[in-house]
């Protein structure tokens, strides 16, 4: 669909032997990358390699197309002096600000990832490509990214939430100019960037004035970006309207919440019988009703396992940066594992860091849309972070997709004893007795209704029988006497360590 001057042409694609390929246009030269060891550039350098470069991306915008993976090694820089863009190999057709394909994976490389991509955002637009290319620009006149870390998931952190550090610290001779049209380009909030690439080479012009015959000297490119406003078509990328969401805190330490907080790990944990997973990971059933061979593939590689465990000991030794790292590799070679987004996502609620869990539960959404698991899992994090307007649509989602999996029903009591609507949460509860046994995640939440109903007493003996019941994960019994300790009561002896 691409047809442009300085973009990389794909003739023809095939498959081989099981594996697919593209028939590419051969360019010789080297990528941009070769040549950064002679950053930082000057700013006449900067302009000629930019102008093709905007020109290509603000060609694909215009046709709906995002590259999601900007960086020096997808920009070659010809023998012959032409400038190329390739690599569209993560590039979604992106209408009304939101991506065609609900099952995306994280993609994008940690250097130059925007904030809203590494959150694993749906609704990005053109100012994430915005984004890595302003992180490009840093580059080329400081001679250095704006983020570097020992571990990918660090530098992801970075991008989300450390300020900037000002380019004219690293290189003093950049003009001021340039300077404000990098900081805007890089700006957290995808509101505060430049809405089109358009926009950005206007500003990145304007305070540096291009050479004279650069266009004379280069008929090839001479259809540059500004020229080509007068006659692009408008975006059909929309900027997505702010969506208010309402938050409410949760004060943890009231017994009803706490019982809650057992619901979805326990539906991601309760085994069936005595003998746990390794490392307690929990097995991800199929959803009721579902076949499972119609689901995506899951856990199948011992891989993916291993790095799972891996995780959990460094996470066990406090080491969550590491741990988090670990479950994103886990993600990477099996999207539909969810128990690597469950522990990824609570590696952040133990260290107090909601931008990490926000990570991995939606990218756990996006990657397994149609799993009621998935929903049911978002909705018990989001739950954990305070942010029960979102926790709600989760479950529902949940229910929307299997009615007949109480899962989601569970979840929406659950959200209704917290929201102290005892009359619904008794609906909801009903609603998913009716269409499954009793699991003990049904009835944990059944002992919170009889706690907000003042019924200590007989919330006690339902929560020492589950206690005592044989076949609990591990996890869940933590869980258990983490809420038995929070109400002031003794853990029962079934859950000593």
């Known amino acids: 669909k691409l047809e442009h001057p300085n973009i990389v042409p794909v003739y023809d694609f095939n498959e081989f032997d099981g594996e697919p390929y593209l028939v590419m246009r051969f360019v010789k030269g080297k990528t941009l990358k070769a040549f950064m060891a002679d950053a930082p550039f000057d700013a006449a350098r900067v302009l000629e390699i930019m102008e093709p470069v905007c020109d290509a991306l603000a060609y694909a915008h215009r046709q709906g197309i995002l590259h999601r993976d900007i960086k020096p090694s997808n920009i070659i820089l010809a023998d012959d002096g032409h400038v190329f863009l390739t690599d569209f190999g993560l590039a979604r057709m992106a209408e009304l600000g939101e991506s065609t394909l609900s099952q995306d994976m994280l993609v994008g490389t940690p250097q130059?990832?925007?904030?809203?991509?590494?959150?694993?955002?749906?609704?990005?637009?053109?100012?994430?490509?915005?984004?890595?290319?302003?992180?490009?620009?840093?580059?080329?006149?400081?001679?250095?990214?704006?983020?570097?870390?020992?571990?990918?998931?660090?530098?992801?952190?970075?991008?989300?939430?450390?300020?900037?550090?000002?380019?004219?610290?690293?290189?003093?001779?950049?003009?001021?100019?340039?300077?404000?049209?990098?900081?805007?380009?890089?700006?957290?909030?995808?509101?505060?960037?430049?809405?089109?690439?358009?926009?950005?080479?206007?500003?990145?012009?304007?305070?540096?004035?291009?050479?004279?015959?650069?266009?004379?000297?280069?008929?090839?490119?001479?259809?540059?970006?500004?020229?080509?406003?007068?006659?692009?078509?408008?975006?059909?990328?929309?900027?997505?309207?702010?969506?208010?969401?309402?938050?409410?805190?949760i004060a943890l330490i009231t017994a009803g919440i706490l019982i809650s907080l057992i619901l979805c790990v326990a539906l991601f944990s309760s085994g069936g019988g005595e003998k746990a997973r390794p490392a307690d990971v929990p097995q991800v059933d199929a959803p009721a009703g579902q076949a499972s061979d119609s689901l995506p593939p899951q856990g199948e590689s011992p891989r993916v396992e291993q790095l799972v465990n891996e995780g959990i000991n460094r996470l066990k030794a406090d080491d969550a940066g590491a741990a988090a790292d670990i479950f994103l590799q886990a993600i990477e070679q099996d999207p539909h594992y969810l128990p690597a987004y469950m522990y990824g996502a609570i590696t952040g609620l133990r260290v107090d860091d909601p931008g990490m869990s926000r990570m991995f539960i939606e990218q756990a959404v996006m990657n397994n849309a149609a799993r009621p698991e998935a929903h049911a899992l978002a909705g018990y994090i989001y739950t954990r972070l305070g942010d029960m307007p979102i926790a709600e649509e989760e479950y529902q989602r949940a229910v929307d997709i299997n009615p007949e999996n109480p899962i989601g029903y569970v979840g929406l009591a659950r959200v209704a004893l917290l929201n102290d609507d005892l009359d619904a949460a008794t609906d909801f509860l009903n609603q998913a007795k009716e269409r499954g046994p009793e699991s003990p995640e049904l009835r944990m939440v059944d002992a919170e209704l009889l706690l907000k109903k003042g019924q200590r007493r007989a919330a006690l003996l339902e929560l020492r029988k589950i206690a005592g019941e044989k076949g609990l994960s591990p996890l869940v019994r933590d869980e258990l006497r983490f809420v038995f300790d929070a109400i002031g009561e003794p853990p029962p002896p079934a859950l000593n360590p």
């Open 112 to 249: 130059y990832i925007s904030p809203e991509q590494a959150q694993g955002q749906g609704n990005i637009d053109q100012r994430t490509d915005i984004y890595a290319l302003g992180v490009v620009l840093f580059e080329m006149l400081t001679g250095s990214v704006p983020y570097s870390a020992d571990t990918p998931f660090a530098v992801i952190h970075d991008h989300i939430y450390k300020p900037l550090t000002l380019p004219t610290t690293l290189n003093p001779n950049l003009n001021p100019a340039i300077e404000k049209v990098i900081l805007k380009a890089l700006a957290k909030s995808p509101d505060d960037r430049f809405f089109s690439i358009e926009k950005l080479w206007d500003a990145l012009q304007a305070a540096v004035p291009a050479p004279v015959n650069s266009a004379a000297e280069n008929p090839a490119q001479s259809e540059t970006v500004v020229r080509a406003n007068a006659a692009a078509p408008a975006t059909v990328v929309e900027k997505p309207p702010k969506k208010k969401r309402s938050k409410k805190k």
